[in-house]
């Protein structure tokens, strides 16, 4: 090959991803074998360093919400910079107040009182200190597969192993049996009754494991990084009485679940139960770093102790928020979400029909999965095939994500604006990774 015949562009994208791996932690691992280096993004649509389009079926993790560079959301961002930058917390922003009383507006009943921080960890962090804070409690009841952060208490709550680089070393947190269905002896059982077989655990580890105490049960209404685990129905409501029978609070992470992904505009709002505190970031946003705490009037309160978080409700986070929820409500995304999930849903089905190591697709709205496993009969988790079809979906021109325990889930949650005809491409894509894949196996 001639120097002409070299492309500068992939040139670059090499030198981008040495520069990368030579002054970044390790820990920041990017997808595939060769990383992909993205530069522009529209709607669904992103572009790399190379010139090749891919369509984004995982929204930066759920968090592009309305699509890569909504141009209303930028619109108002670029105005804010013109006008007021940052102050703090110690100063009032008509915007902060704003976002705050448009959230109790979409929020569960009783849910009026909002702390904003930068991130779903330390969004994470403050519902934990006001559920102990409130209680005088300090015991708190998780789910084996969860993951909720990055912090030090998160990854102490998180249940993957993979995502705890240090052994537990904070007391008074325990885990519970995760409602997985798909890999329980109840699979195939009645939902409601299943359900309060799972729920039976959470009582069991209170009773056993805490001191009898607990000040809270903190749960996913859909377990994300878990691999989009649908708990069967009356679980957490079954849950959430157990909970409150012995004191604690039932708190609600809608970091994943929120703002209509699943097709209701929050998670826990298809379990038929309402949270005591309930918190959020991704798709708030649309990319903006903003997380939020909420709770009732009576748990705000109780917080007398001064803190502060420097960048929560900053102005520009504040006017990326506001303009994102106008957007939503405006386009009535949680409608959209059902709508949309069930023809990619439809799609993904037809697929599971074709391939036998896709055992099992699950989730609600836009908020999809594929189980891939060795069999159907033993349900073998297929951590290798599932990184070959992520390989093969970057080949399609297609981004997923891979989660789940064993690392055999594939994770789908496009732009909630996605539409009929871009859900129809991305089966397509989705389609010829599977026969790549399967090719390649």
């Not at 052994?167 to 798909?182: E, F, N, Q, T, V």
């Not at 959209?336 to 029909?353: F, I, K, M």
Request: hydrophobic letters at 40%; glycine letters at 10%; a negative charge.
């Amino acid at each position: 090959m001639s120097l002409v015949d070299i492309d500068p562009s992939a040139v670059r994208s090499g030198e981008v991803r040495a520069r990368h791996k030579k002054f970044l932690f390790p820990s920041v691992s990017p997808y595939y074998g060769e990383p992909l280096v993205l530069e522009e993004g529209s709607g669904v649509w992103v572009r790399d360093a190379e010139g090749q389009e891919y369509l984004d079926c995982f929204s930066g993790i759920l968090t592009l919400a309305l699509g890569h560079c909504h141009p209303e959301v930028n619109a108002r961002v670029q105005d804010q910079l013109n006008e007021l930058g940052h102050t703090s917390t110690l100063y009032v922003t008509e915007g902060q107040v704003r976002v705050a009383e448009r959230l109790a507006e979409l929020a569960p009943t009783g849910l009026t009182r909002s702390y904003f921080t930068n991130s779903g960890s330390e969004a994470m962090e403050t519902a934990v200190m006001a559920a102990c804070l409130y209680t005088g409690r300090s015991e708190i009841v998780a789910l084996r597969h969860c993951y909720h952060g990055r912090t030090y208490l998160a990854t102490n709550l998180t249940a993957h192993a993979s995502w705890r680089p240090l052994a537990s070393s904070i007391a008074g947190l325990h885990h519970a049996r995760a409602p997985y269905l798909y890999r329980s002896e109840l699979a195939g059982m009645d939902e409601e009754e299943a359900g309060e077989i799972f729920a039976r655990d959470v009582e069991e580890v209170i009773v056993t494991c805490t001191n009898g105490r607990p000040a809270a049960f903190l749960a996913e209404p859909i377990l994300g990084v878990g691999g989009y685990i649908v708990p069967p129905r009356g679980y957490y409501r079954r849950a959430a009485e157990i909970v409150r029978k012995y004191g604690g609070l039932f708190i609600s992470d809608e970091v994943q679940t929120g703002f209509g992904r699943t097709g209701r505009w929050w998670g826990i709002d298809h379990w038929e139960v309402e949270p005591d505190i309930m918190y959020m970031a991704k798709g708030i946003a649309n990319g903006f770093p903003v997380g939020a705490t909420m709770a009732r009037e009576e748990i705000a309160e109780a917080w007398t102790a001064k803190s502060i978080s420097t960048f929560g409700g900053n102005p520009i986070a504040m006017a990326a928020a506001e303009a994102t929820l106008e957007v939503m409500v405006r386009e009535n995304v949680d409608v959209r979400c059902a709508e949309r999930g069930v023809q990619l849903r439809r799609g993904l089905n037809a697929l599971q029909e074709q391939y036998e190591w896709i055992g099992e697709v699950r989730g609600m709205g836009l908020m999809l999965a594929l189980e891939l496993v060795e069999d159907s009969v033993t349900k073998e988790p297929a951590p290798a095939r599932a990184q070959a079809y992520l390989e093969a979906t970057k080949e399609a021109g297609v981004l997923v994500g891979v989660a789940g325990l064993h690392g055999n889930v594939v994770r789908l949650a496009p732009s909630m604006l996605i539409t009929e005809t871009e859900v129809e491409e991305a089966i397509e894509r989705l389609g010829r990774a599977c026969k790549i894949a399967s090719a390649a196996a």
